[in-house]
């Protein structure tokens, strides 16, 4: 069993900054991508940011330069660093993990609401 535990989320204004945190428990071997999502209402998901085991990261364009993502791999963990929010980026964020273990597997946290007033 893997579960996905998010943090971190609140009310800021704009310009302001978050700290997301999402620790993975239970299980994880091998190869394996963390990634933060977020939804706003009406909205469809879409990646903010993604990281691998081997360092590589991956960014939103519309979030590069303001978000960072950092991963502990030992301690399966995956922070994103919001900067500079925007109301824009008002949304329910969603931590993901993605890894090989057999065959591919992909687990989700319960996601944690991030506002951002103008």
């Known amino acids: 069993q893997v579960q996905l535990t998010e943090s971190g989320g609140g009310l800021v204004q704009s310009g302001g900054s978050l700290r997301l945190s999402c620790r993975a428990s239970g299980s994880i071997v091998g190869k394996s991508a963390m990634s933060w999502y977020r939804q706003a209402p009406g909205k469809g998901r879409e990646l903010v940011a993604s990281?691998?085991?081997?360092?590589?990261?991956t960014y939103a364009d519309t979030v590069r330069g303001r978000f960072t993502i950092s991963r502990d791999i030992a301690e399966n963990t995956v922070d994103l660093q919001m900067n500079s929010l925007k109301p824009e980026d008002t949304a329910v964020y969603y931590c993901?993990?993605?890894?090989?273990?057999?065959?591919?597997?992909?687990?989700w946290g319960q996601g944690t609401q991030v506002t951002v007033s103008s």
């Open positions: 990281a691998a085991t081997g360092g590589s990261t």
């Open positions: 993901k993990i993605l890894f090989y273990n057999g065959t591919y597997l992909t687990y």
